[in-house]
């Protein structure tokens, strides 16, 4: 009896034991799938996925970001924007944390938030590291469609565009310093900002703020060296001539491992091409600049003369990677050819970014009525814009020579040696230079840079040229309304499959086995 | 293995020789055509709202909850109480198969009962399509929510059945189980405490198949369904063990 007491005091104990042990694994197996998880999409157009350049920001994150929905659940943006934070955080679940307050029901917990970020309204979104935060407003997250109301009908979501804001603010936090990008003046440029109806990149300044570039104008008249610390310079379309001087600062820079995006411009004078002097410097650099103004009967589109062209194939390069991937069309207006040229030095690495289709030419003479091909023009494919680059040649061994500090003992005569072979070894690659052409500004400038995805090879030149492929334009996810466009007869189809049909094989089939039963 | 499989055909053979799996099933289609046909009428109408796919409502719709709520319940009631109350327990107890055995095959046998009642509803994804455009990736990952959260409910349906003679009181126990776990859902807006909410946040189901019905597949919830079934089929397994000390 005693026995049997303690044998089942054991056999309890045990079990208890086990039990206890179990819902500790488990708790643990939870907490850590808590903390560690992945989402994946499984829809056709991954709709709820981040996309790989904002996968690639927050992938090389080292710092915490924490981004918090001050947004209250009522609002039309909630969900999008819970969806989206979500994404961010299970991209990287060690760097980012996702946090929601509701400004009604978490009054405390608002008021902390409003406090700690000196924020002065709901509705928004805060992207914050450390100190620093970055706000993003409901109203900039999205873009309505309002043409319902003259029906009663509210505001619908059109387009998403917190992804871009988001990538854009983690990118702003983690980044040291903003890509300084120079903008030459002085010679009948393209403007950075606007006004007074003259065409200027306003609107790309804009977007390419969003990517966290800084913007400058420079004069280049009287300026001996391009300034330091500067990214990128770009010569927007100029109507007169650089000096000699301001094109040798140019190819100092530039063969020093410079960047630079040109963009050359059809006059619309009786002078066919503004040169600028630019066209004989680019041939230095392997870029034939076409006298010419590019004409593609292939590409016309309706209410558009034979200027406007729509270029038929891409090169391979990150700058027109993804756009060949997408199979997304971009527009350009009167452009010069801008090709390879044929003597270009074997040290350069060139490629034809844009290409007409091969009925195209580049017309030197656009008063000519017969506008057809001729002599001693450029035949298509016609490539109007080219990138460049090259690798800087720096400094030999002498320069490691001169570093080395001087030995005092023969212990450390071993340790400068070993460090300088382990130098010669990890000797840094050569910085490398990168230049853009484009035979066309107007796909640039607020003209047409809205035009097809204009904008998209706009921010990846600029992206390249900065070294930054991780990033393109993250374009704003379009929300479709789903809609089912069904007439009577295959709605009332569909209620008697559903309603009749088959629960009716059901009761039939229970039917059946009932009587099977019953014999 | 062999005791395991003879339970479960065992099961399975009771489930589909007697009527009831089809009255279940008649009141199942019904009841989901109902609210399928709901929300397909209204997305027809052009006055009507959009932005929605029919088959995100169909995964978190009212019809939806109620079936996967009540199912469960009623699929699992007699699987070991009614074994308790006629006595065959002890005779099963001591036969060569071991109490994991008997509540595997039991269990599995309820789950495929269970996949066989939403089968046929893959039919209105089909039907749809003969008639509109349709992304079957949503579909797909919201009947594999459906399937997740039906483990876990169906593995709570045995424990509830191991601790009673009586099938309705096992009924009504794994009932308000599921009840509790369902209505953490109305809680996550009430507390403040982020740990809290994150744990809330965890075990939401009602955004567990907001997420699966649009197409999204989180690893959390896969583990919580899986983890939680096995917690309370081990629960179970411990429950027939301790009987046999009595």
């Known amino acids: 009896m005693v026995d049997q007491t303690r044998k089942k005091i054991i056999e309890g104990s045990t079990l208890s034991v086990g039990v206890v042990l ?20 499984w829809t056709e157009n991954s709709l709820y996925s981040l996309s790989e350049k904002s996968r690639n920001v927050v992938a090389d994150l080292d710092r915490e970001i924490e981004l918090v929905i001050f947004m209250s659940p009522g609002s039309q943006l909630y969900n999008p924007a819970d969806e989206l934070l979500t994404s961010y955080e299970a991209a990287n679940t060690k760097f980012i944390d996702k946090r929601v307050i509701d400004p009604v029901k978490n009054r405390f917990e608002a008021q902390r938030l409003l406090d700690r970020h000196s924020i002065e309204r709901s509705n928004v979104i805060v992207v914050a590291s450390g100190e620093e935060r970055r706000v993003i407003d409901e109203i900039d997250l999205a873009e309505f469609d309002y043409s319902g109301a003259q029906f009663g009908q509210g505001a619908t979501l059109k387009e998403f565009k917190g992804e871009q804001l988001i990538t854009s603010a983690i990118l702003e936090l983690v980044e040291a310093e903003k890509p300084k990008i120079l903008f030459t ?21 804009r977007l390419l703020g969003n990517d966290n570039f800084g913007f400058e104008e420079w004069s280049t008249a009287t300026a001996t060296q391009v300034p330091e610390t500067t990214d990128l310079v770009v010569v927007a379309a100029p109507t007169t001539s650089f000096f000699p001087a301001e094109l040798d600062l140019f190819s100092r820079y530039l063969d020093g491992g410079g960047r630079m995006l040109v963009f050359l411009d059809p006059s619309g004078t009786d002078d066919l091409t503004v040169d600028a ?107 109007v814009g080219v990138a460049v680059s090259f690798q800087v040649e720096t400094g030999g061994e002498e320069d490691l020579a001169a570093e080395e500090p001087a ?39 607020d003209t047409a840079i809205q035009s097809t995805a204009n904008s998209e090879l706009v921010m990846n030149t600029f992206n390249w040229l900065v070294e930054r492929e991780q990033l393109i334009a993250i374009e704003g996810r379009s929300t479709e309304e789903t809609r089912l466009f069904l007439t009577q007869p295959e709605l009332l189809t569909i209620w008697g499959m559903v309603l009749l049909l088959l629960p009716g094989i059901a009761v039939v089939t229970g039917v059946t086995v009932f009587m099977r039963r019953r014999r | 293995m062999n005791g395991l499989l003879a339970t479960f055909e065992r099961e399975l053979r009771a489930y589909f020789f007697s009527s009831l799996a089809y ?174 909410k994150d744990v809330i946040g965890y075990v939401n189901l009602l955004q567990h198949m907001e997420d699966f019905g649009k197409g999204v597949v989180d690893t959390r919830r896969l583990v919580y369904y899986a983890t939680t079934a096995a917690l309370f089929l081990f629960l179970s397994c411990r429950a027939l063990e301790a009987k046999k000390w009595r």
């Not at chain 1, 179990?22 to 999409?41: E, G």
């Open chain 1, 407 to 445: 030995a005092v003992t023969e212990e450390a005569e071993t340790e400068v040696a070993e460090s300088a072979g382990e130098d010669q070894n990890e000797k840094p690659a050569p910085p490398e230079a990168r230049l853009v052409v484009y035979g066309d500004v107007d796909f640039a400038a």
């Open chain 2, 23 to 196: 009255v279940v099933l008649t009141f199942f289609l019904l009841a989901n055509g109902i609210g399928f046909l709901i929300v397909v009428t209204y997305l027809s109408n052009p006055q009507g709202g959009a932005g929605f796919t029919p088959f995100e409502f169909f995964f978190s719709g009212f019809f939806f909850w109620i079936l996967v709520l009540i199912s469960p319940p009623i699929l699992t009631m007699r699987l070991i109480s009614e074994e308790r109350k006629s006595g065959t327990i002890e005779t099963l107890m001591t036969s060569p198969v071991s109490e994991v055995q008997v509540v595997l095959g039991k269990y599995f046998a309820a789950l495929a009962l269970y996949v066989f009642l939403w089968l046929p509803t893959v039919l209105y994804a089909v039907i749809l399509e003969q008639h509109s455009d349709v992304d079957w990736g949503p579909i797909l990952s919201g009947y594999l929510g459906t399937l997740g959260i039906g483990a876990m409910f169906l593995a709570i349906g045995v424990f509830g059945s191991s601790f009673t003679k009586n099938q309705i009181v096992a009924a009504i126990a794994t009932f308000a189980i599921l009840m509790f776990l369902f209505t953490f859902a109305f809680f996550e807006g009430l507390v403040t405490s982020e740990t809290t």
């Open chain 1, 277 to 383: 002097g630019l066209a004989q410097w680019l041939a230095g650099y392997g870029v034939a600049a076409g006298d010419d103004v590019v004409v593609d009967p292939e590409s016309q589109m309706p209410l558009m003369g034979p200027g406007d062209i729509i270029p038929a194939s891409y090169g391979v390069h990150p700058i027109v990677e993804y756009l060949d991937q997408s199979r997304t069309a971009v527009h350009l207006s009167f452009s010069r050819s801008i090709r390879k040229a044929d003597d270009a030095s074997g040290d350069l690495e060139i490629t034809e970014l844009l290409e007409t289709s091969a009925s195209a030419w580049g017309e030197t003479d656009p008063e000519d009525p017969a506008l057809e091909p001729g002599d001693g023009e450029v035949h298509g494919p016609v490539a």
């Open chain 1, 185 to 205: 003046t002085g010679h009948g440029e393209t403007p950075l900002d606007g006004g007074g109806g003259r065409r200027s990149f306003s609107i790309a300044k």
């Open chain 1, 22 to 41: 179990v819902l500790a694994l488990f708790a643990l197996v939870n907490y850590l799938s808590l903390r560690h998880y992945d989402r994946f999409d």
